[in-house]
């Protein structure tokens, strides 16, 4: 079964830091590529930040560079996203996603699986 579960949201005044885990079933975490993505009502799923567990490499939306880190414990199955300095524009929810990623694909990978999301919200 591909299970992603999202845990960490919570509200938290500008310039707060948070860290959301993603944890990943086995069989997602085969998946070579993980992700974070950001939604508001009305607005297009945006993709935040993107990793390759088997190598460590990372990409970031140029929103969020700076301030977002993504990083991943093979061991635990588990994908972060470390957000500090937090502004009101981040308010959204935050989705978990896995899927295959291949040379050449646009950025972010089209993913083929998702949690059910974290709300984070972050007050002036």
């Known amino acids: 079964q591909v299970q992603l579960a999202e845990s960490g949201g919570g509200s938290v005044q500008a310039g707060g830091s948070l860290r959301l885990s993603c944890t990943a079933s086995?069989?997602?975490?085969?998946?070579?590529?993980m992700g974070w993505f950001r939604q508001v009502p009305g607005k297009e799923r945006e993709g935040v930040a993107t990793?390759?567990?088997?190598?460590?490499?990372?990409r970031y939306a140029d929103s969020v560079k700076g301030r977002f880190t993504i990083s991943q414990d093979n061991a635990k199955n588990t994908v972060y996203l470390e957000i500090n300095g937090l502004k009101p524009e981040d308010t959204a929810t935050y989705y978990c996603?896995?899927?295959?990623?291949?040379?050449?694909?646009?950025?972010?990978?089209?993913?083929?699986?998702w949690g059910q999301g974290t709300q984070v919200t972050v007050s002036s």
């Open positions: 996603a896995a899927g295959w990623w291949v040379p050449g694909d646009t950025w972010p990978p089209e993913y083929t699986h």
């Open positions: 086995d069989e997602a975490y085969r998946y070579n590529s």
């Open positions: 990793i390759l567990p088997f190598n460590g490499r990372t």
